[in-house]
């Protein structure tokens, strides 16, 4: 059965860093690219970072770029999302995904088939 499971959120405050891993099971994720998304309440959910299958190319939200690095380790069937000087603002429900179409600008969900859960990441004092 395919499955992507986040992990890796929490409590950080303002300036903090986390590392997201986003794990798959039942497939080779190496054959798709990967894409972080998140969705705060009462908000759309928003593109905020993607792979490419041979991690050549990514893509990053003009909100997180110079603070966020995607990753990945095919080998170890995860990727990862590495989040750095967080702010408030990053308060949300982050999501891992995949598809067949590539990484491409912008960061869009209607492009990826298959989602994790999420985890929570939630950014105060």
């Known amino acids: 059965q395919l499955q992507l499971v986040e992990s890796g959120g929490g409590l950080v405050q303002p300036g903090g860093s986390l590392r997201l891993s986003c794990s798959a099971s039942g497939f080779t994720l190496g054959y798709y690219a990967i894409g972080w998304f998140r969705q705060a309440p009462g908000k759309e959910r928003e593109g905020v970072s993607c792979?490419?299958?041979?991690?050549?190319?990514?893509n990053y939200a003009d909100s997180v770029k110079g603070r966020f690095t995607i990753s990945r380790a095919n080998a170890k069937n995860t990727a990862y999302l590495q989040m750095n000087s967080l702010k408030p603002e990053d308060t949300a429900e982050y999501y891992c995904?995949?598809?067949?179409?590539?990484?491409?600008?912008?960061?869009?969900?209607?492009?990826?088939?298959?989602w994790g859960q999420g985890t929570q990441v939630t950014v105060s004092s």
């Open positions: 995904a995949v598809t067949h179409a590539g990484c491409s600008a912008p960061v869009s969900p209607v492009w990826y088939d298959y």
């Open positions: 792979i490419a299958s041979s991690g050549g190319s990514t």
